[in-house]
């Protein structure tokens, strides 16, 4: 068995949409809902970047569907800061939240203007933040001196059951590394031989028989020419590797970059197609790698119909 998850993607769309996709998404048949948090979007055509934790409280109190969010902990979310806003939507919401934990990309960390680390001293320091985040969902005072201080820091109100903190990782590497701290991990799609290593890295070091989530970047219209320019607008700023994106600072700059990829550059990094039968053959591969959270990620802007039609026509043939 795999969730199938709607992407609420706030870089996208106005929180206020979202509730409303939201809310189609379940009477559809969309299982669970993800959430992103971003200050900035990745492009000027996105053009939003709401509150997210905002916002969940929001979609959970309207919905009975369990949600997750993909986070940094760091300057921007002191990891105390974070371990309460988790605790109280998690008291709120029994069961029905979880969390995903990277390192964090300069574009939304940058913004307190503190020195942006190197990508091992942000592992180091997300290590540390998901051994501190425990503690305080534990109910322990928390007295932390390493990538960050900590003084005098402990949480009354705490959730009867404490939420997954799943790890963030886009690559194999990452994955390996995660397999023994964390709860499981979340990665994103990606040709199925590499998403394998991705599974095998973290399954073999510590990962084994933890839970693994898939956020699957995919763009569906009714035309095979909509799906294509759909995914070029919105998404063509956010195909480059993770070391590449971590690094940008500034909506301009991925703005730019993006003028270097061409359409025909995206197939290989998102599931284009107007047939529902393609991307059911898609989901059924995930699941055969032991996903069983399936977050789908419709990157072009028509949601309706996305909703509708994998509604009727995806998601009864693959959960």
């Keep these: 068995m795999a969730l199938i998850g709607y992407h609420a993607s706030h870089e996208q769309f106005k929180p206020s949409e979202l509730l409303t996709y939201v809310s189609m998404a379940e009477q559809a048949g969309f299982q669970a809902v993800n959430s992103s948090d971003h200050f900035y979007p990745w492009s000027e055509r996105q053009g939003q970047s709401g509150f997210s934790f905002a ?15 993909v986070v940094s902990p760091g300057p921007r979310y002191h990891p105390a800061v974070l371990a309460q806003a988790i605790a109280t939507l998690c008291e ?23 020195l942006w680390p190197a990508k091992q001293d942000r592992n180091i320091r997300l290590k540390e933040s998901v051994e501190v985040i425990r503690q305080l969902l534990n109910g322990e005072m928390v007295h932390y001196k390493g990538s960050f201080t900590v003084e005098n820091a402990k949480l009354y109100t705490l959730p009867k059951i404490k939420p997954l903190l799943i790890g963030a990782a886009v690559t194999a590497e990452t994955a390996g590394w ?63 590797q993770g070391n590449v994106l971590g690094q940008l600072r ?70």
């Excluded at 916002?55 to 969010?69: D, E, I, K």
């Excluded at 995903?100 to 203007?113: F, P, V, Y």
């Excluded at 995930?286 to 990157?299: M, Q, S, T």
Aim: hydrophobic share 40%; no cysteine.
């Design 250 to 319: 500034t909506v301009a700059e991925f703005d730019a970059l993006g003028e270097l990829v061409k359409p025909e550059d995206l197939p290989d990094k998102i599931d284009i197609s107007s047939d529902t039968d393609f991307h059911i053959e898609k989901i059924r591969q995930y699941k055969a790698l032991g996903f069983e959270r399936i977050i789908l990620h419709n990157v072009n802007r028509d949601q309706k119909t996305f909703i509708q039609d994998f509604g009727t026509k995806v998601i009864p043939q693959v959960i």
């Design 92 to 114: 709120m919401f029994p069961e029905r939240f979880w969390v995903s934990l990277g390192s964090g990309e300069a574009l939304n960390e940058a913004i307190t203007g503190e």
């Design 55 to 69: 916002w969940l409280g929001a979609a959970m109190n309207t919905s009975s569907l369990p949600f997750g969010m």
């Design 178 to 240: 995660m397999g023994g701290w964390t709860d499981g991990i979340v990665t994103i799609s990606k040709p199925i031989e590499e998403l394998k290593k991705t599974v095998d890295a973290f399954r073999q070091n510590g990962g084994d028989g933890k839970p693994m989530y898939l956020k699957v970047q995919l763009s569906y219209a009714r035309s095979e020419e909509e799906a294509l320019i759909g995914a070029y607008d919105q998404w063509r700023t956010n195909i480059f």
